[in-house]
């Protein structure tokens, strides 16, 4: 299957720190990547839909200027959480879709980045 | 009501056992379902993948889905430790990954 990698697996930073977090697709263009939150014993939260070369879709409630999400190109985009605070810390998870890869709308997940802001 | 409910668990079998896990919904539209598995602290990887009504049998696992209950179920055969983890449904009125909606998981303990 196509494989989505995501970095760093773990990161700890200050509060007020950013933190970038990227999400590449290893064997496939992505034209589609998708940035979920997840918080313990909870399910998958979409924050954001992003495609490659144009602005990223927020959902509801999702502050666009707290998360910045870039897909510059068909293999990689990056989420950054600007001035963390500790209410941050949570468990970020990409996904991604591409045309001929899968099944039509298949998702193929990344590791996920474990934020702690301390 | 949530769109989608699961059973949180967790839910403890022995090795060998057959799991039953399932999911229920409200959104009629919904027209694909599917399963991920979700080990510890990594990303759900895609178990089953099924398109509107009926069952899907992969190895020690199949998935039924009855639309007209609302009701999808995710069957594990022989059951193994290995099988311990997080099982997250999900599913979408579209083939469109922005539209998809996860339940919440069911913890899944297989016990040597």
């Known amino acids: 299957g196509a494989v989505v990698s995501q970095h760093p697996s773990w990161v700890i930073c200050k509060s007020g720190t950013s933190v970038k977090i990227e999400c590449r697709s290893l064997?496939?263009?992505?034209?589609?990547m998708f940035w979920y939150r997840q918080f313990p014993k909870q399910s998958l939260m979409l924050m954001a839909t992003?495609?490659?070369?144009?602005?990223?879709?927020?959902e509801q409630g999702v502050e666009k200027d707290k998360f910045l999400i870039n897909h510059a190109s068909l293999t990689l985009s990056t989420l950054t959480v600007t001035s963390a605070h500790p209410e941050d810390s949570s468990f970020y998870i990409c996904?991604?879709?591409?045309?001929?890869?899968?099944?039509?709308?298949?998702?193929?997940f990344g590791e996920g980045s474990r934020l702690t802001v301390l | 009501q949530k769109e989608v409910e699961q059973d949180p668990g967790p839910l403890s079998v022995p090795e060998g056992a057959i799991v039953s896990l399932n999911c229920t919904y409200s959104?009629?539209?919904?027209?694909?379902f599917m399963w991920y598995r979700q080990y510890s602290r990594k990303g759900p990887e895609l178990l089953m993948y099924?398109?509107?009504?009926g069952n899907k049998e992969d190895g020690r696992f199949t998935a039924q889905v009855d639309k007209s209950s609302k009701y999808i179920s995710l069957f594990i055969r022989d059951s193994q430790p290995s099988d311990s983890a997080t099982y997250l449904c999900?599913?979408?009125?579209?083939?469109?990954?922005?539209?998809?909606?996860f339940g919440p998981g069911t913890r899944l303990s297989v016990l040597p």
């Open positions: 996904s991604a879709s591409g045309i001929s890869v899968g099944r039509i709308g298949e998702l193929f």
């Open positions: 064997d496939f263009q992505a034209t589609t």
């Open positions: 992003s495609n490659e070369g144009s602005k990223a879709t927020y």
């Open positions: 959104n009629s539209a919904f027209q694909y």
């Open positions: 099924t398109y509107s009504s």
């Open positions: 999900a599913m979408s009125a579209s083939n469109y990954g922005q539209n998809f909606v």
